[in-house]
């Protein structure tokens, strides 16, 4: 019994490693990523870096990069809604620090992109 339930645990463990990545870079609605409050005012920014660069989202982590470092540094716990909230941020993170980073296979990190990239035309266009 003891030894049925260890292989229950390690089972369902490997399945939640497994399956985060995929609820990871799934974005709220618009309204609400807009409200104010920390991401608010971040998707206000980025949307304004989005569309100073021609709504080039390859244009936009380049010429918001000091901005995005900031944001990190100064203000509080933003990391906590850039998966959900704030795609742009997001998107450049996921350039940044690259698949191996998150452990995610590349197919993974594809779809982490892809998911990120949407999100910023949702919000920003």
Do not use: W
């Not at 660069?53 to 244009?59: A, L, M, P, R």
């Not at 690259?98 to 995610?104: E, P, R, T, V």
Request: glycine share 6%.
């Amino acid at each position: 019994m003891y030894q049925q339930m260890n292989l229950l645990v390690g089972n369902v463990k490997k399945y939640l490693l497994q399956n985060n990545n995929y609820m990871r870079y799934i974005f709220k609605n618009k309204e609400d990523a807009f409200d104010k409050g920390r991401a608010g005012f971040a998707n206000s920014v980025c949307k304004l870096i989005y569309n100073q660069s021609g709504n080039d989202i390859e244009k936009a982590i380049k010429n918001g990069e000091s901005i995005f470092t900031d944001f990190n540094e100064y203000v509080r716990n933003i990391y906590e809604l850039v998966d959900s909230y704030i795609p742009l941020i997001a998107y450049y993170e996921l350039k940044k620090h690259g698949a191996d980073n998150y452990g995610f296979s590349e197919e993974e990190y594809q779809e982490a992109l892809n998911k990120t990239k949407a999100g910023c035309e949702r919000y920003y266009n």
